[in-house]
Each structure stands twice: as structure tokens, then as C-alpha cells.
């Protein structure tokens, strides 16, 4: 019997080795044990543990509706930057199912968030930002999309993230044509 941590642990690992199914299968074990204990703050790390693996395997309702159980509890017990990682997620994968009017809302609570928390959440803001230009593109909003890009855009800069800037980059110049 391994302990929740180790668990927790030994899904973190198999997730850096890109191995979704052991990654997965740790992090179920620890979602099961933290139930058990009663951990709430061990138990909405393991779901989204759990949540990210699944996204990795590609099940993307199973990850959507663990991102949302974890989303429940840190409403409850925070932090808020927890908080606005799972919304983000949730919604990312949302946008990924073809559900821009659900996925918009989550966007727009942990960009709430993200600024409230100001500098220490900077990539996490452009990360945010993105997926909202993504779902305003979606929905026709070009001009949105188009203010969400560029400031992604600047975000993804001051962190010296080039991959992020040169996907705004491309997005903008597709946008504008």
C-alpha cells in the first residue's frame, strides 16, 4: 500500500515520463485514498492529476468532469491560484470539445483571478488569455480575439515564452488579413 503522497508522486513522474495510463492509474489510486482520509486539499490535487492524465489519454469528458470535481472543492478550501488553474483547464478542455459557451465563463472567472493575483501568475494569465482568444475566434468575436492575442502576445514575451509569442504572432496575422 503505497501513502497518498507517494502516490501523488509516482503520477507526477509517470506525467514527466509521458506515460498518461500509469500516470492515470496512480492518480485514480490517490483520488480513492484521499476520499478515504478525508483530504479535500490532497483530494483536488489528485482529481486534477487525474484530470490531466485523462486529457493526455485524449478522454476528454472524463478529464472535463474531474477538472469540474476539483474546481467544486477549491472553491470550497483555495487557494485561489488552485482555483484558477482547474477553471483554466476545465476550460480548456471544454473549448477542446467544441463548447466555446461553456468553456467562455471558466475563461473569464480564472482571468479574474490570474489579475487579482497580479505578478505571480503571469504565464498563467497568457495561458488564460489564449484559450479566450481561442473560444472569441470561435464564436465570430474577432475584434475580442484579436485584443486577447495581442496582450497574450506581451505576456508570453515578458515571461521569454517564443513559442507562445510566435503562435500570437501567426494568429494575429491570420486575424488581420
Not at 13 to 28: L, M
Not at 152 to 164: E, I, M, S
Request: hydrophobic share 40%.
Amino acid at each position: 500500500m503505497h501513502t497518498l503522497k507517494e502516490l501523488l508522486a509516482r503520477g507526477y513522474e509517470a506525467r514527466a515520463k509521458n506515460d498518461p495510463t500509469e500516470s492515470r492509474a496512480a492518480f485514480f489510486e490517490a483520488v480513492r485514498e484521499a476520499s478515504l482520509d478525508a483530504d479535500r486539499t490532497s483530494l483536488a490535487e489528485a482529481l486534477c492529476g487525474l484530470a490531466q492524465a485523462e486529457r493526455d489519454i485524449g478522454n476528454l469528458r472524463p478529464a472535463s468532469h474531474q477538472y469540474a470535481n476539483a474546481t467544486v472543492l477549491y472553491r470550497e478550501i483555495g487557494p485561489p491560484a488552485k482555483l484558477a488553474y482547474a477553471l483554466r483547464h476545465e476550460a480548456d478542455v471544454l473549448r477542446e470539445m467544441c463548447q466555446p459557451a461553456e468553456a467562455e465563463p471558466l475563461y473569464l472567472e480564472a482571468e479574474t483571478i490570474y489579475r487579482q493575483l497580479g505578478g505571480q501568475s503571469v504565464l498563467d494569465l497568457a495561458n488564460t488569455l489564449r484559450g479566450l482568444a481561442l473560444v472569441n475566434e470561435t464564436t465570430g468575436n474577432i475584434d475580442q480575439s484579436k485584443k486577447l492575442w495581442n496582450e497574450a502576445r506581451k505576456l508570453y514575451a515578458d515571461c521569454n515564452v517564443q513559442a507562445g509569442v510566435s503562435e500570437c504572432d501567426k494568429k494575429l496575422s491570420h486575424l488581420t488579413k
